[in-house]
């Protein structure tokens, strides 16, 4: 991971702390420090020390102080478009990154610190010359660029209420200083959360205690008139909580449930309590037994498929907290407050489901789940692995990459840790260019049987070489939902059938092991190729049989 | 009560991560290895947090040794 930071103030201490955090990443990480105040020079000069370095990720940080020098300085009858002047070098130096480094991600911490001047009071936000209003407006533009610079992310700058403070004065007059290392630490803190999710590292998965945890009261002893959820007791502080959880969900966070109860006593305020915000519906897996939280969440994380280090357990009782800390030391266990008003505002300042990607059925993800089940409980029922591939009922399409499915395959590269060839991770501008590439053949796999459609869940990368040799698995990724259903026989078979009909005549194909992707060890000599080295494979097209797959094409 | 050296001593070794390092009032940066500019600032707020004080903008810009800030602190 290669870390450029550009600023227009003193960033030494932002550097110092993302150098100090990064000791944790598991990762050899370089850091290149511009010179003060050279962001305009460094991104538009092509043979800038910055460029040279090929950076993964920039770090851009604007001070709004030093921006306020520079409104003050700017002549009164240019004051009006001072914003949209600053919009506009922000987009335009973005975009000579893009054409640059276009895999760099630039991280930009926005202008949320206001420094209002308050030279007009608060009557200076009904003035466009006022630096109050053009400094708000300047933010506004910039979350609008953001939203379409497709290189540039911003990030919330401002800290919660009285975590720490933002500026000393004493140390802007004494040594420039224009944010305390403090605040700097912080910050590094946010930047950091940022680029461990672009590697891939994030969590998918909530899973939630009951009793006094989603509602107030234990549902076994006060029953469903007794829990305090909406209007009775402190049921408002637990209904803000659930909507929360909620949009979690239709965001994509998988909810499931870990609670000590009976199973049909814990549903029934899913079923019929009438101000339950969470419905049996918003749960991907209900677990309610009594058994130990660390074996079900142990079971519950079979299910979904995901590490442990994916998800996050969410209880009032400390003993269980405790316990599932001791027994499952990867699992988040956040040690939340005591007064239950206190759930939301502490989850909220944690940020614990940062995001590198969204894409729109990221919130069919519970519907996936349960239907899910539904297939567990037919494979129980059958005894036969091909009978029960059958009873599926199958159908994928094979397409190259498409603009629609951009977001998504580029999601596949950075999520999947377990099926992934090679663990390339792609952003979305990446994917979008090698699927214009004509030197590359991209495959993309929709599924979908008779319990419901799995959506577009493997991607394939082949790069070809120009003069017809043999071509080269560059990535080949697939969600683990679909593990074990013929899925890669049938993609063996298109990008065999693909290549030959262009005319190359062999595939070479390796896997680069980490710790989490033993699952395709096997892949390569699974699907027909011969072994060529350690961990290297190939195939003479000429030489592929068909594999056999469960899966009609459509 | 009054502070001593022995009292800044052990921030200015944390500070600059080297514990070899020893002060008298008549110390100034350049005879520490690692006392810049930036650290100075480090040190600005430990010592700060340490003594539960804030100093000045004249405070700080008059220090010109260890002993001014000792003085500063007793003051």
């Given at each position: 991971m290669r870390i450029a930071i550009l600023g227009n103030y003193a960033t030494q201490f932002l550097r110092r702390s993302l150098v100090r955090r990064a000791r944790s990443w598991g990762q050899p990480v370089e850091c290149h420090e511009a010179e003060y105040d050279t962001v305009d020079m460094e991104l538009l000069d092509e043979g800038s020390a910055t460029y040279a370095f090929a950076p993964d990720v920039i770090v851009w940080h604007e001070s709004t102080l030093a921006l306020r020098t520079r409104f003050y300085n700017t002549p009164p009858a240019e004051r009006e478009a001072f914003a949209e002047a600053y919009a506009d070098r922000v987009g335009r130096l973005a975009e000579r990154v893009a054409e640059r480094v276009p895999s760099a991600r630039i991280l930009f911490p926005n202008l949320s610190l206001a420094f209002d001047d308050n030279v007009f009071g608060h009557y200076g936000l009904k003035i466009p010359s006022s630096w109050s209003f053009q400094v708000a407006k300047a933010g506004h533009l910039l979350h609008a660029l953001a939203a379409r610079q497709r290189n540039l992310f911003l990030l919330n700058a401002r800290p919660p209420e009285g975590a720490v403070e933002v500026t000393d004065w004493t140390q802007v007059v004494n040594a420039d200083l224009h944010f305390t290392p403090a605040y700097l630490d912080w910050l590094a803190g946010c930047l950091e959360t940022v680029i461990v999710t672009l590697g891939g590292r994030f969590r998918k998965c909530v899973v939630l205690d009951l009793d006094n945890t989603l509602w107030g009261g234990v549902i076994g002893d006060d029953g469903m008139e007794g829990i305090q959820v909406g209007a009775l007791g402190i049921g408002k502080a637990f209904t803000q909580f659930q909507k929360w959880l909620r949009e979690l969900g239709r965001r994509g966070i998988i909810l499931a449930v870990c609670s000590k109860n009976n199973e049909e006593t814990a549903r029934e305020p899913f079923l019929r309590h009438p101000e339950m915000v969470l419905r049996l519906d918003d749960i991907a897996v209900f677990v309610a037994n009594w058994e130990s939280k660390a074996d079900n969440i142990a079971r519950i994380r079979e299910t979904l498929?995901?590490?442990?280090?994916?998800m996050v357990f969410l209880d009032d009782n400390p003993a269980e907290r405790e316990i599932v800390r001791r027994h499952l030391p990867d699992v988040l266990v956040p040690e939340l407050p005591e007064d239950p008003a206190g759930y939301l505002p502490f989850l909220i300042a944690a940020n614990l489901f940062e995001t590198a990607s969204h894409s729109a059925n990221d919130g069919e993800r519970t519907r996936q789940y349960q239907e899910e089940f539904r297939r567990q409980e037919l494979s129980r029922s059958v005894t036969d692995m091909d009978e029960f591939l059958r009873s599926l009922d199958m159908q994928a399409s094979v397409t190259p990459f498409r603009e629609e499915d951009v977001e998504r395959i580029a999601q596949l590269t950075q999520r999947s840790n377990q099926f992934n060839l090679r663990t390339v991770r792609y952003t979305a501008a990446d994917i979008r260019r090698l699927a214009a590439d004509p030197g590359c053949e991209t495959f993309s796999v929709q599924l979908s049987d008779r319990f419901g459609n799995y959506g577009l869940i493997s991607a394939v990368i082949v790069r070809c070489r120009p003069d017809g040799g043999a071509a080269a698995i560059d990535t080949w990724i697939m969600s683990c939902r679909v593990l074990k259903r013929t899925v890669e026989a049938l993609l063996m078979n298109e990008v065999v059938e693909r290549l030959r009909a262009r005319g190359i005549g062999g595939l070479a194909g390796e896997y680069l092991p980490t710790p989490k992707n033993a699952l395709v060890a096997q892949l390569l000599p699974g699907l027909g190729m011969a072994a060529d080295g350690e961990n290297r494979y190939v195939l003479r097209l000429d030489r592929h049989i068909p594999l056999k797959t469960h899966i009609r094409k459509t | 009560m009054r502070y001593t050296i022995d009292d800044l001593l052990p921030i200015f070794r944390d500070v600059l991560e080297d514990d070899g390092i020893t002060l008298s009032?008549?110390?100034?940066?350049?005879?520490?290895?690692?006392?810049?500019s930036m650290n100075h600032i480090y040190l600005v707020v430990a010592i700060e947090k340490r003594f539960k004080v804030k100093f000045t903008t004249y405070q700080i810009q008059n220090w010109k040794c260890v002993g001014d800030m000792l003085s500063e602190l007793n003051k």
């Open positions: 498929n995901i590490g442990f280090d994916a | 009032e008549t110390t100034v940066a350049a005879d520490v290895p690692g006392w810049d």
